[in-house]
């Protein structure tokens, strides 16, 4: 069985602007530490979500746009596959 991890951060919006960096930041620092297959997403309203552990990048993507927009993300991009920045 192929074991993987999906884990979102909800950021609410009209918070306190250092809560939500601080709760994207918590995020990526676990993000960080995972193994490779591991994808970040953050959406335009700074809901984030990442995945780690899947089979392969596109499904760590896949997943990861998945959870941020599970969570109430708007226009969810990747931003970091396997620690590298993604760019546009």
Known sequence: MIKFAVLSAFLAIGGCESSSHQG???LY????LQSNNK???MGTNKIAGAAWGAR???EAAQLAIETCKEWGGVNCNIVDINGSAVSK
Do not use: H, L, N
């Not at 620092?29 to 960080?32: E, P, S």
């Open 29 to 32: 620092k676990d993000y960080r």
């Open 39 to 41: 994808a970040y997403a």
């Open 24 to 26: 994207t930041y918590v």
């Open 56 to 58: 392969d990048t596109k």
